[in-house]
């Protein structure tokens, strides 16, 4: 099926705005993940969710930022007062979590990330 | 803690020519590693992945990567780039327990000229 989506795909925001960042996983992932990718870096893990579960959100940077997924599909991924530090590509990506089997890493699918500019 | 190093920030190649990207990577037990692909404006692309077995996987786009515990490497290679193959390539690496985050490495920026 389709793969991973994200919208919008551009954000302009003026420091002190909030913003949501949306991102829709393929059909059945249980599992889903946000990262944040500074310009010239790698991602950077954000946040985990196994449905509607944030089961880790650890590398999120403040309590500015908030994200969500309350019926295990789509999520959200909040930045409250934005800060020029924000300025980043928001990448979401999803899993097939096959319970059951042995234990091992799922392959992660991206979607073509979200680029949030803070002026 | 676990950490990946892509010792290269930038190579160029020539078109045709044969391309290996260097990965290492920190890890206390026995890793699973990805290398992944982003084009401009693009999301990441899976390339390939080691989870078991034979150290030497093959990928999409005739890429193949070797992973070699002694070294703590697992690099990139490619026998004959072709122009479209520029772009960003990202190695990562993740625990061998379902679905964790990913850590990557810095990327490396290939360019490819005629």
């Known amino acids: 099926g389709a793969g991973v989506s994200q919208s919008p795909r551009y954000k302009v925001a003026k420091r002190g705005q909030d913003v949501a960042l949306r991102c829709d996983p393929i059909?059945?992932?249980?599992?889903l993940f946000w990262y944040q990718q500074a310009l010239g870096q790698g991602p950077e893990f954000l946040t985990y969710f196994q449905n509607e579960a944030q089961l880790d959100k650890s590398g999120l940077p403040s309590d500015r930022f908030f994200a969500e997924r309350p019926e295990g599909s789509v999520s959200t991924l909040k930045i409250q007062r934005t800060q020029q530090e924000d300025s980043a590509v928001y990448l979401c990506?999803?899993?097939?979590?096959?319970?059951?089997?042995?234990?091992?890493?799922?392959?992660?699918?991206f979607g073509p990330g979200t680029r949030l500019l803070v002026l | 803690a676990q950490s990946v190093t892509q010792p290269d920030i930038h190579i160029t190649v020539s078109e045709g020519a044969s391309l290996e990207l260097r990965c290492n990577y920190s890890?206390?037990?026995?890793?699973?590693l990805f290398w992944y692909v982003q084009s401009p404006g693009q999301g990441l692309q899976l390339l390939l992945k080691?989870?078991?077995?034979?150290?030497l996987v093959q990928g999409i786009k005739g890429f193949e990567a070797e992973f070699k515990r002694s070294q703590s490497s697992f690099n990139l290679r490619k026998p004959s780039v072709h122009w479209s193959d520029a772009a960003e390539y990202f190695c990562a690496v993740g625990p061998n327990s379902g679905n964790t985050p990913l850590v990557f490495g810095k990327g490396t920026r290939l360019s490819v000229i005629a």
């Open positions: 080691y989870f078991s077995g034979d150290t």
């Open positions: 990506a999803s899993s097939l979590f096959q319970t059951g089997l042995a234990v091992y890493q799922e392959t992660q699918y």
């Open positions: 890890y206390g037990a026995t890793p699973y």
């Open positions: 059909s059945g992932h249980v599992s």
